[in-house]
């Protein structure tokens, strides 16, 4: 696979708006349209708020979703790419095993500002810088100790640069070269020990991405093959590059993501999916009816068992937090999973009555599917049981558009009255038709 590479990176030079099929395209829309109402939403978070304001020393031609304001492109896309991983609710890749669209959206839209680039080019880009950066998620198998965040978007933070900026097949492999190199060495305790910079994993990304080409640019280079180094020999278990080109052109990754509505880490999708089932089925249940709820789930899964969960990070990282508090609030959007619900006594209370374990078999059902078994005792000795095998949001039960359209309503509300909510989302689902992206952009400092 020695020519692997040349073969991205051709792929990624030469291929326009008109070589990407309707399917990728209309995906891509809805990514734009999902991921900055997260990154809108999430900018109202109290770190957020705090670390954009020490951050933004000077103005540039790059929106700062939600705040208002704008910054240079490295410091935007930073600040928009933490904001959209807070709130846990931006879209993901299964197969890549990570979240394509948080690491390439924040990059490629800096540089579309600054740069007045054109609605098409934008889309373009954000759907090859997707490609590439899945693509190697797919082909690499992580170290299990490693959190997928700020590794390989890095690559396909650059790669949307890459784009954007007009780069030829042999800048682009060089480029990628560099950036494979640039990743964080991340730790996965961060999400199960409530360690809210891993928040900022996705952030660094974007500026990477960014900081990449100036690299590049000024005439630094990379090694010959990064990408097998890095992912062959120092922070994945298995290297797989003819993935890499793997029906190349003819599959979009973009087109098989999935979208979130449960406001917590996706591992603990499967378990409130069937906590749904069971309410539904019974006609609602009451907590102070339940004795003990047992959730049997896939590896990944059983690993979130924390009861007391310090902050909201490790609160929504947590299966038995996440089950108490939907159950309580009846709601797992964003108003179960803040620090008022984490403080909550009658949840830390409820939560100690959940109790999580691995299942092999479900777990021999990865990546392909994440199911979770949940059975719920009533005191009266009654038994409820409920299995959920994918997740509501993938490609195989998908959430259709009002389900999603609604989502944005509820994230965009956070920070945009109805007039300019309503115009983002106009304005993203006619990007391709916009001659300058800020015809897009200007709509995030309106009053």
Known sequence: ????????????????????????????????????????????????????????????????????????????????????????LDEGNQFSRGHPG???????????????????DFLTAIVLGY???????????ILPTMHPHGTWGTVGAAVAVAKLMGANAHQVRELINIAST???????????????VRNSFAGFSGQIGLMAWDMLESGFTGEADGLSTIWGNVISTDW??????NELGTRYEIARNYFKRHACCRYNHGTLDAMTMINEENGGLRAEDIESIRVDTYSLAAEL?????????????????????TLINQSSGVESFTWE??????????????????????????????????????????????????????????YDDDELDRKYTELSG?????????????????????????ELTKHFSAD
Request: aromatic letters at 6%; charged letters at 20%; a negative charge.
């Open 240 to 245: 797989r590059p003819e993935e890499m080109t």
């Open 102 to 120: 948080i690491h390439a959206l924040p990059s490629a839209l800096a540089v579309a500002e600054d740069c007045r680039s054109s609605g098409k």
């Open 131 to 141: 490609e590439i950066g899945a693509r190697i998620g797919i082909a690499a198998k």
């Open 1 to 88: 696979m020695a020519d692997y590479l040349d073969q991205v990176s051709e792929f990624v030079a030469n291929t326009g708006f008109d070589d990407l099929p309707s399917a990728a395209m209309d995906r891509a829309r809805r990514v734009i349209a999902d991921t900055i109402a997260a990154i809108a939403a999430g900018s109202a978070e109290p770190e957020v708020t705090a670390l954009t304001a020490r951050m933004i020393t000077q103005a540039g031609r790059s929106s700062v979703i939600g705040a208002g304001q704008s910054a240079p492109p490295a410091t935007a896309a930073f600040l928009n790419g933490t904001s959209g991983t807070f709130l846990e």
């Open 305 to 325: 068992s924390d009861k007391t969960p310090k902050n909201t990070l490790a609160g929504k990282f947590s299966v038995p937090f996440a089950v108490a508090s």
């Open 414 to 438: 956070r920070v945009w009255n109805t007039t300019v909510a309503n115009s983002v989302y106009d304005h993203c689902f006619s990007v391709d038709r916009l001659t300058d992206i800020n």
């Open 341 to 398: 619900k984490v403080r909550d006594p009658n949840i830390q209370a409820f939560a100690d009555k959940v109790e999580v374990f691995e299942d092999p078999a479900f777990t021999a059902m990865m990546p392909d599917f994440r199911p979770s078994r949940v059975t719920v005792r009533l005191y009266d000795g009654t038994e409820l049981s409920a299995e959920a095998t994918t997740n509501r949001g993938d490609t195989e039960d998908p």
């Open 182 to 196: 640039l990743g964080l060495a991340t730790s996965r305790q961060t999400m199960l020990q409530g360690g809210t």
